[in-house]
């Protein structure tokens, strides 16, 4: 698939933009400086491609619903389509037209296949970012080729440091050792913490008689403490009461003593107080009242007094109102007279301009001979049609001048040189068009044998073991892969056999050495006194006991002997005893000796078998390769070797077969060229001595087709000189009509300029200039008509305003006659309003002065009440003439009364119900130093015995808790469900661990059968890219087998030394990167339906050489797939056009 066009009408920065890809070019660059919309256009390909994402990124200029973006495209087999996408749920794609009918949801199906965004961002998608990241891990990860070569292809990274981490993940979960680290160890020990805990929590009748037992006697302590702290807290509750209520009751004797100094005040009513307060502040109020109405009434009077108002004034004042509020009418219409009036002076201007512009005297004789519209509208028409007939009459003369040029150069044009008819020419060269078009693949056949010849070579070379001659070796039977890991299997076995039975024979052998060194070790110590040899000193003694006691006679000699005898027996019996564990241990080693000797003979003869039968399957394997010559390595690597053998020979297949194709294009070649050389000599070509014949073939093409040209050129001259003389004579006459339309014309349009006053000789440009005058005419007219009204209007509407206002001054104001009548009338209204504000205010102050007379008298008369209520009040204390004093005394009885009653109160609320008198009795001979000694006394040993009250409940509760416990099983059970629960999380566990396990596994068969498959292919064209990336300083790719026995890729440089990947610089293992992923990209277009590769900016970290190199190695794969880069900086364009020339589709943006 490839886009021969990208139409972003509504995207991102981007509107209306249109990018044309030529079909010709090997290369696309889309170069813009930043901000220009790179970025735009790269996001909105994905999204035309598979739909916008659901967060409107691009829609910071656009409305997100108005978002667009259209195509039009092309598959491998040539199917096209146009069409665009825009943002929503559901019929995202439509047509590419004005109507945007909806097209099928999956009408991109036969272009893009089963891609799918991620995968073709990943795959076709290449950045900076991730060219220099999937560099870096190739270069970190080392060369293993599976993991590579899935990289390169998916656009996945770290796949080998994936797979690690997976099997550290598993590690982490499970392993063959344990480890309080591995979480399913952990899990294993919290189900044995919890067994341990059922059996543990199960009823045991023992522990259920204790716990009763503990029971009954905190129940008895308790009892017995709670009577001890009832008596505690009854004596201490006593003496805190006496304390307390000591210091009330000698309040309430103090309150009572000053009681006693209002005797005289008892015999007064209840409410005689609060009646003699209230009219005492009546009193004082009232006074009050009295001083601020008579100073209110002296303010008044004089603010009377300071108020004059002008009756004369007051009096014009409506008058004076009415003048004032036409004020600004007056004022405004004498300023709208002064403009209104220079409006008619400006129209007066327009109108003698008219009529100057019209050639007429003044604007009188203008309004005089002012033609109708009919008039207007003949004079109209005939001015179009005479302008019409002028532009008729030019356009045909310049019509008549092109074609009389034209038929003078063609009469002038005759044809040169030699007509050949290029008819039977052409059949020849289309009959022999098939063999030509062979015969252009000649060189690249040649090129294709010299390059399968060298890889031959240097894949013959690269074998191990080495092949000394290829056809001597494919012509020599060879094992088949089955039969060398048949054999591999049998060899293996005979190894493990030959190595297990030598295992067990250096066992023996080092355990037989350790016993014979611990015997020796144990002798070194001392002496070791065996079974054997106590025996024999005991048949000894026996003997000489014997024989002693059998003698008739016995002599002194015979009984030492004897006495010797014994001893050595008794000597040896206690050293054996003495050294038991030598003995024992001693007796051991001597056991397992005697047992090791058959076992070593048996090991020795078995390992003997082991190793000669190993010996034979080594010479089978051998006997494999004998024809070929070869000395075999280990199996595995046979197995591969015998592998590359057959590749070698596939090679040589497809060699030879080129070969052919190379001998039959030749003879083709040679049968050819005469051929080619007598059509050259037919038709004048001069340079075929020169050429080729594939070169020969496209220069006689051309040739053949330039006669054609002449040949057809000259065939239609004569048809073109008889039109052109056709033309001219057509417009000849048409030239003729418009002279006669263009006369009468004239006759008519000097009828109608005389009708409207124009002078004879009058032009239409002249007319048409006179018509826009009277057109302007009648509006002017109007317009200065209407001004004069308002002014006539105006001036009559000021002229009784200024009567007015002078006849208000003469009668009320002689003093304002100097002043303007606007200003006159503000004055007296400024006077009016004065009078009318004093008049006013003086009426308030009269109304106010009244008011305050009543007040005053009111107030007096309350005062009077309240002195007889004072009086009255007076003859109920006899003898008390000072009321004030009075009040004085009978407050603080009041509140002496107050406090006494709140004593009392608090007395009854403290006493807990006891009477007065009880506690009085209760204080008799009370000392409060004493009491507070024995309250400290008290409250320490109830403090005492609430913490062992405290505490026996404690032990009670936990009693209680144990119990229930017991009697519901509850421990019992939550250790069985903790152990449940542990039982499934290992099984969690488990298959997590499985999983992590399989999925490792499948990671690591699909890397393996993914080289397995594209490694020779693609690693072949890896190398060809990576050479021309690199400027030919690399030759190629190889792929080695590690110490590992694995396959790792490695770079040759030309000199042949080869470069583990991480001894590459970052910038070459950027190129490597670069060049795996064009080479996958290439097997993928093979084999699918390509989609075009988006490259944007990868050349920013290289220098001009590689980026040269890098472009080049892009135009290599135009073949296979559509490549488009962008790009922002300048000098890769400039390097571009430079190294690709026209091949290269620069589109700025």
Request: aromatic share 4%.
């Amino acid at each position: 698939m490839r886009f021969k066009s990208l139409e972003i009408l509504r995207y991102g920065a981007l509107t209306d933009r249109t990018l044309k890809f030529r079909p010709d070019a090997r290369l696309h660059i889309i170069y813009g400086p930043n901000e220009a919309g790179k970025s735009s256009a790269l996001a909105a390909i994905s999204d035309l491609m598979f739909g916008f994402p659901t967060a409107a990124e691009y829609s910071f200029l656009h409305e997100a619903n108005t978002l667009r973006v259209g195509a039009e495209i092309v598959s491998q087999g040539g199917q096209s389509l146009a069409f665009r996408r825009r943002r929503g749920r559901k019929n995202t794609l439509l047509s590419a037209d004005a109507a945007e009918t909806a097209l099928p949801e999956d009408a991109l199906a036969a272009f893009i296949g089963s891609l799918n965004r991620d995968v073709f961002e990943r795959a076709f998608g290449l950045n900076s970012d991730r060219l220099r990241l999937g560099a870096a891990a190739m270069l970190k990860g080392g060369g293993e080729i599976g993991s590579l070569l899935f990289s390169a292809a998916s656009g996945l990274l770290g796949l080998t440091q994936l797979k690690q981490s997976l099997e550290n993940e598993a590690d982490l979960i499970f392993g063959p050792r344990k480890s309080k680290d591995r979480s399913f160890y952990q899990v294993l020990e919290r189900h044995d913490e919890a067994k341990r805990a059922e059996r543990d929590s199960e009823l045991k009748s023992g522990d259920w008689k204790r716990l009763l037992a503990d029971a009954a006697d905190i129940e008895a302590q308790l009892a017995a403490l709670q009577a001890e702290r009832q008596e505690t807290r009854h004596t201490l509750d006593r003496l805190t009461m006496l304390k307390t209520l000591e210091p009330v009751l000698a309040e309430i004797d103090a309150e009572q003593d000053r009681l006693a100094e209002f005797v005289d005040l008892a015999a007064l009513p209840q409410a005689f107080a609060t009646e003699l307060a209230q009219a005492l502040a009546r009193r004082q109020a009232v006074e009050a009242a009295i001083r601020v109405a008579d100073a209110e009434m002296g303010r008044i009077a004089d603010d009377i007094s300071a108020t004059p108002v002008d009756e004369a004034i007051r009096a014009a004042a409506p008058a004076i109102m009415a003048r004032y509020a036409e004020t600004a009418d007056y004022r405004s219409k004498t300023k709208d007279m002064q403009r209104v009036s220079g409006e008619i002076d400006e129209f007066d201007a327009r109108l003698v301009q008219f009529a100057r512009r019209l050639g007429l005297s003044d604007v009188a004789e203008v309004e005089r001979v002012q033609p109708s519209d009919a008039e207007l509208a003949r004079i109209r028409r005939l001015t179009s049609e005479g302008m019409a007939l002028q532009r008729d009459h030019s356009d045909v003369g310049q019509r008549l001048a092109e074609a009389r040029d034209q038929l003078r150069r063609l009469e002038e044009t005759a044809a040169s040189g030699r007509l050949i008819d290029p008819k039977p020419y052409q059949e020849q060269m289309t009959v022999l068009q098939p063999d030509l078009s062979e015969l252009s693949r000649l060189d690249a056949v040649a090129v294709q044998v010299e390059r399968l010849e060298r890889d031959l070579e240097a894949a013959t070379a690269r074998m191990s073991p080495a092949i000394d001659d290829l056809e001597r070796l494919l012509s020599v039977p060879l094992p088949d892969i089955a039969a060398l890991a048949k054999q591999g299997d049998t060899l293996a076995e005979a190894e493990a056999d030959s190595r297990d039975a030598a295992n067990r024979l250096a066992a023996l052998e080092n355990e037989a050495s350790e016993i014979v060194a611990k015997i020796a070790g144990m002798q070194h110590e001392g002496s070791i006194v065996t079974r054997e040899e106590i025996a024999e000193a005991r048949i000894l003694r026996d003997g000489v006991w014997q024989s002693f006691a059998a003698a008739p006679k016995s002599t002194k000699d015979n009984a030492e002997v004897v006495s010797q005898a014994i001893r050595e027996a008794d000597r040896l019996a206690d050293l054996a005893l003495a050294n038991a564990d030598r003995v024992s241990r001693h007796t051991q080693l001597r056991l397992r000796q005697a047992e090791l000797d058959p076992q070593l003979e048996a090991a020795r003869s078995e390992s003997f078998t082991k190793d000669k039968a190993l010996e034979a399957a080594r010479k089978t394997y051998r006997q494999l390769f004998e024809p070929a010559g070869v000395k075999p390595l280990s199996p595995d690597r046979m197995i591969d070797w015998r592998r590359a053998v057959d590749a070698l020979s596939r090679q040589r297949e497809t060699l030879d077969d080129i070969r052919d194709e190379l001998a039959e294009l030749k003879r083709k070649e040679a049968r050819l060229g005469p051929v080619l050389a007598d059509l050259a000599d037919a038709t004048g070509y001069s340079a075929a001595a020169s050429l080729a014949p594939s070169a020969l073939a496209r220069g006689l093409s051309r040739h053949i087709e330039t006669i054609a040209e002449r040949w057809t050129d000259s065939r239609s001259l004569e048809g073109k000189r008889a039109a052109a003389r056709e033309n001219i004579a057509s417009l000849e006459q048409r030239q003729s009509d418009i002279n006669v339309s263009i006369a009468k014309f004239e006759a008519a349009f000097a009828n109608a300029a005389l009708a409207i006053g124009l002078p004879e000789g009058t032009t239409v440009d002249m007319a048409e200039a006179a018509i826009e005058i009277w057109k302007s005419l009648p509006e002017t007219l109007t317009e200065r008509e209407n001004r004069r009204r308002r002014v006539r209007g105006m001036q009559r509407d000021t002229t009784a305003f200024e009567h007015a206002v002078r006849d208000l001054v003469n009668a009320i104001a002689p003093d304002l006659k100097p002043l303007a009548p606007d200003a006159a009338a503000e004055a007296l209204h400024e006077r009016a309003v004065s009078a009318n504000a004093g008049d006013q205010r003086r009426a308030a102050l009269e109304k106010a002065r009244q008011q305050a007379g009543l007040r005053l008298a009111r107030c007096r008369s309350d005062l009077e009440e309240v002195e007889a209520e004072l009086a009255a009040l007076s003859i109920q204390v006899p003898g008390e003439h000072d009321l004030d004093a009075l009040l004085a005394r009978l407050e603080e009885r009041r509140r002496l009364q107050s406090r006494l009653a709140e004593s009392r109160a608090r007395f009854a609320l403290q006493a807990n119900g006891q009477d007065e008198a009880h506690v009085r009795a209760g204080l008799s001979g009370f000392d409060r130093v004493v009491a507070e000694l024995e309250i400290e006394q008290l409250a320490a040993r109830d403090q005492t015995q609430l913490s062992r009250f405290a505490d026996l409940n404690v032990r009670l509760a936990e009693n209680q808790r144990q119990r229930q416990l017991l009697e519901n099983g509850a421990g019992a059970e939550l250790a069985v469900f903790q152990k449940n629960a542990a039982e499934a999380e290992a099984k969690a566990l488990a298959r997590e661990w499985l999983v992590l396990k399989l999925a490792s596994s499948l990671l690591a068969s699909s890397m393996e059968t993914y080289r397995e498959r594209q490694a020779d292919p693609v690693m072949r064209r890896a190398g060809e890219l990576f050479s021309v990336l690199t400027g030919g300083r690399f030759s190629r790719l190889v792929q080695l087998y590690d110490d590992r026995d694995e396959l790792q890729l490695q770079a040759e440089r030309t000199g042949g030394e080869k470069v583990p990947l991480d001894g590459l610089s970052e910038g070459t293992g950027d190129q490597l990167y670069l060049a795996l992923r064009l080479a996958f990209l290439e097997d993928y277009s093979a084999r699918n339906e390509p989609a075009p590769l988006i490259v944007d900016d990868i050349f920013q970290t290289f220098d001009d050489d590689r980026t040269a190199s890098g472009l080049k190695a892009l135009c290599g794969t135009a073949d296979r797939f559509q490549t488009i880069l962008f790009t922002h900086e300048m000098s890769v364009v400039d390097i571009a056009t430079r190294e690709i020339g026209k091949e290269l589709d620069l589109i700025r943006l």
